[in-house]
């Protein structure tokens, strides 16, 4: 299978600064990239799809302004977690797919705390 | 309103026994019916996944069953290990490459 890579695995930072997450494509190009947040025990919810070259969209609740993505080359998506505070600590996962018929390919996940 | 109900939220079977995890959806324009294995600290990775015009797919452990009047489908691990302790989610999504809704997650611990 694909394989999809995203740095850090884990990021401790403080309130007030801002993180970004890369979300890389090691072995094919990816038109689309979805970007998920999970809290402990919960579910997986979607944050944001990505499509290179053109802005994100949004789901509904989530602040874009706060959560910026970046999907400048068919194999790198960033997310950057501006002016971060305490309750954005959370599990941020991205997915990314070929396109078409292709399955979505996820990446190991990015541990953020927020002190 | 949750697009995807999933049951039941923890589950525990003995080594050998068959797993059963269930979802049932409400729209009808879903077409992608896959399910996910997560361990701790880990993303999800698929496991098996399911469209509308076929009732089971089977590989290897894993089997999908589907049932497209009731708007239900469920996975059935046989011959559960421990290894297969995990979180497990359904999902669908409406085409392959589309974004993903999850099911509320079934934690499985498989005892020896």
């Known amino acids: 299978g694909a394989v999809v890579s995203q740095h850090p695995s884990w990021v401790i930072c403080k309130s007030g600064t801002s993180v970004k997450i890369e979300c890389r494509s090691l072995d094919f190009q990816a038109t689309t990239m979805f970007w998920y947040r999970q809290f402990p025990k919960q579910s997986l919810m979607l944050m944001a799809t990505?499509?290179?070259?053109?802005?994100?969209?949004?789901e509904q609740g989530v602040e874009k302004d706060k959560f910026l993505i970046n999907h400048a080359s068919l194999t790198l998506s960033t997310l950057t977690v501006t002016s971060a505070h305490p309750e954005d600590s959370s599990f941020y996962i991205c997915?990314?797919?070929?396109?078409?018929?292709?399955?979505?390919?996820f990446g190991q996940g990015t541990r953020l705390t927020v002190v | 309103q949750q697009q995807v109900k999933q049951s039941p939220q923890s589950l525990i079977v003995q080594k050998g026994g068959i797993s059963i995890i269930n979802c049932a959806y409400e729209?009808?324009?879903?077409?992608?019916f896959p399910w996910y294995q997560q361990f701790p600290g880990k993303g999800p990775a698929l496991l098996i996944a399911i469209r509308p015009d076929v009732s089971e797919k089977k590989e290897g452990r894993f089997t999908i069953s589907f049932n497209k009047s009731a708007k239900q489908f469920s996975l059935h691990i046989m011959d559960s290990q421990p290894g297969d302790s995990a979180t497990y989610f359904c999902a669908v999504s409406t085409g392959t490459a589309s974004k993903l809704t999850f099911g509320t997650g079934t934690r499985l611990q498989v005892t020896l």
């Open positions: 729209n009808t324009a879903f077409d992608y």
């Open positions: 997915s990314a797919t070929r396109g078409g018929l292709s399955e979505a390919f």
């Open positions: 990505s499509n290179e070259g053109s802005k994100a969209t949004y």
